[in-house]
């Protein structure tokens, strides 16, 4: 049994492939759920096993802050499921944005990426790697023409987020590439928004994908984590992230939270076709909603950016809507207001979670610098989850009167 889902998972459905990774070793007590292998240190049966572990000429376990086989086993589920050449699982998003960045990032070279970021990334690119000399060279990344004119020669990367957070931008993924590999560079995405199950970013040209798998994947928000997806086209990721940034920054995962993820992965298809189809009806019934100025999702045929996202991503659009209410005041009284919804951040839980990034995410931020970033103090961010949309409306219904 073992081997022969090994052998015909290149033929297994997406989902089929997420619950049916076999192990790299059968279990002593054929476990159907990887043990989580609480330890710090391994044993071995001579100097000359330990020296090639130690080493890099085998890829065995020596000490898990570079390699555990809970964590690896979540690797190598991601690894079959993205055709990815090399994965890495870290200890959240930012670690898995870190490490992918400086994988290329050094002194007197350049970042090309867009104002449109998370805060945090927005943070570290703009503050620490900056402090490291490493420049930002920040344009709009949906007009391709002005992408051209940031690139130079001391460019080590384009990096983006596949949409927006909390704008709902997309760009094209398959330019960007072609643009970045005329010069020789990668192209680094953030593909949080949408799982790894519902498109290919290899096949829109993506080098290296960085996910937090803390959200969809984690199966409700129980853990934090991060991935780096490795797709081989740039050998230095495989050698640099392996044998220095595991080793120098520890930022692995630990193996209780791959465990977790692990079994979330299993369930991560049922889970987001309901969280998706939740968001698109929920988001196609707020637009008639007394209160709400706007209504934003790309799976809404009116989006600007719905076309290109359905050629990208397919039909869903992710489980995340952003609506546009009256005032600042107004986002706060309707947080204020919500019973069922929860006041929380984080993505793509079970739970729907709602936030105000202008004075949460981006709360650091001056005022000139949200301007610059279009994060409005209008805005209020839905992560949609897995309760009925009919409830999800009452609630917000009754928190917008």
Do not use: W
Not at 275 to 298: C, F, M, T, W, Y
Not at 299 to 328: C, V, W
Not at 371 to 383: N, Q
């Amino acid at each position: 049994m073992f081997l022969r889902q090994h052998e015909n998972k290149k033929k297994m459905k997406r989902q089929t492939i997420a619950i049916n990774t076999p192990f790299e070793r059968r279990d002593t007590y054929g476990s159907l759920n990887i043990p989580v292998y609480h330890t710090a240190a391994y044993e071995f049966d001579n100097a000359q096993a330990m020296t090639d572990a130690f080493t890099g000429k085998v890829l065995e376990p020596d000490y898990s802050r570079v390699m555990n086989p809970t964590v690896t086993h979540l690797e190598n589920k991601v690894k079959a499921l993205t055709g990815a050449s090399n994965v890495f699982a870290l200890n959240s998003g930012m670690a898995a944005i870190s490490n992918a960045l400086l994988v290329f990032a050094e002194q007197g070279r350049n970042i090309v990426t867009s104002n449109h970021l998370f805060g945090n990334t927005v943070a570290l690119i703009n503050t620490t790697l900056a402090r490291l000399g490493v420049e930002a060279h920040t344009t709009d990344l949906t007009d391709l023409d002005k992408v051209r004119e940031a690139v130079d020669d001391k460019t080590c990367s384009i990096y983006l987020e596949i949409i927006t957070n909390p704008q709902m931008e997309v760009a094209d993924l398959r330019r960007l590439s072609d643009i970045a590999h005329e010069h020789g560079i990668p192209l680094i995405a953030d593909t949080t928004m949408i799982p790894f199950t519902q498109f290919s970013a290899k096949e829109l040209g993506v080098d290296v994908e960085v996910v937090s798998s803390t959200k969809y994947i984690s199966g409700g928000g129980t853990s934090l984590g991060g991935l780096v997806i490795d797709y081989g086209t740039f050998p230095v990721v495989n050698e640099r992230i392996r044998f220095e940034l595991l080793f120098n920054l520890g930022c692995y995962m630990t193996p209780h939270a791959a465990y977790m993820q692990s079994l979330g992965l299993e369930t991560l298809d049922a889970r987001y076709r309901v969280q998706s189809a939740n968001a698109i009806e929920l988001a196609r019934r707020l637009k008639n909603v007394k209160g709400i100025r706007a209504v934003n999702h790309i799976a809404l045929p009116d989006n600007k950016y719905h076309e290109l996202a359905r050629q990208q991503f397919g039909d869903t659009g992710g489980a995340m809507i952003t609506i546009e209410l009256d005032s600042e005041d107004a986002c706060y009284s309707f947080i204020n207001n919500l019973r069922l919804i929860h006041r929380a951040t984080n993505l793509f839980d079970n739970k729907s979670l709602a936030i105000h990034p202008y004075s949460t995410i981006f709360g650091n931020f001056s005022k000139e610098k949200k301007k610059e970033m279009d994060v409005l103090p209008t805005t209020i961010r839905l992560s949609v989850g897995l309760e009925h949309v009919d409830d999800l409306t009452e609630d917000i219904t009754q928190a917008l009167r």
